[in-house]
């Protein structure tokens, strides 16, 4: 089950730091519509890494 919250925190991370990465880059580029996509995405990656730490500790956290 760890590997299981291993996945998710990874994936959780990446879709986090490719929203904040993507949404910055487009906002600056004067893209607005894309950006506010991008940046919507955060939360959900945030969401993820949320969970999975929670249900890693929850777990016994080795």
Do not use: C, E, H, Q
Request: glycine share 14%.
């Amino acid at each position: 089950m760890n590997r299981v919250f291993k996945w998710t925190l990874v994936i959780g991370i990446v879709v986090t730091l490719s929203g904040v990465i993507a949404g910055f880059t487009t906002m600056f580029m004067g893209l607005d519509n894309f950006a506010l996509y991008f940046i919507g995405v955060v939360p959900i990656g945030f969401l993820f890494v949320f969970a999975a730490l929670t249900g890693w500790i929850m777990a016994g956290g080795k």
